[in-house]
């Protein structure tokens, strides 16, 4: 199977729609368990999809800004604060077209010339595969920014499975299943996706050897 860059969906001529949602998430690890609201708002010139979830013992909080061209998403700021008992983690990212700088404040710090392509970041990569999936592809490859330094790394996915059965609450969904792997990292990202839903997450499950990092729909509180 050959594989194709998001760039190839400049020449798509798919049509699909990506409803905004509010929608309760459970994340969890060997070290936290909580629920949170997760948020996708689409408009023509900044979206945006944020997590928030709270507990006596952590606050979580992630936001993406992004545009979307011709079918490629551009983050323009991603954000993360994360302020459990454990660790303590605050980052800001912002993507400057007219200046041509990136830069990030917090934990990791640097400032680096702007990418000449459009990049996606952790969170809003998802809304990319969605529409990789809508538009048909079964394996692609996406442009990712680390966060840590700056840096773009390709990230290969592929649809691994054409119809697993996924369950949230009493209702059963048809889900399909996408894998990330990273080349010389032992760490491997599945992706669960109801096609009733329009491909929507149900499941995000990231495995490494030091950790296992589950995020799973627990109830959809508005759609569309």
Known sequence: MYKITFLALIFSTYSYAIDDYNA??????????????????IDGEESSLTFKAKSTLARLYFKTVFNIQADAVNTK???????????????????????NQMSSKGRDEWILKAPE?????PLNAQIQIRIMILNGFKEFKLNLLEIKNGSIESNDYKVT????????????????????????????????????????????????????????LEKILSLG
């Open 161 to 216: 499975s054409e119809n697993k059965i996924c369950n949230v609450g009493d209702t059963q969904y048809s889900c399909i299943e996408v894998t990330r792997l990273r080349e010389n990292e032992d760490r491997k990202t599945t992706y669960l996706m109801a096609k009733e839903l329009g491909y929507m997450f149900v499941e995000i499950k990231d495995v490494s050897p030091k950790r296992t990092d589950t995020l799973t």
């Open 77 to 99: 700021s991603y954000e993360i604060e994360i302020k459990p008992g454990f660790v303590n983690r605050d980052q800001k990212i912002l993507i400057d077209a007219n200046s």
């Open 24 to 41: 309760e998430y459970r994340f969890k690890s060997s070290q936290i368990d909580i629920k949170g609201v997760r948020q996708l708002k």
């Open 117 to 121: 392509i459009p990049v996606v970041d």
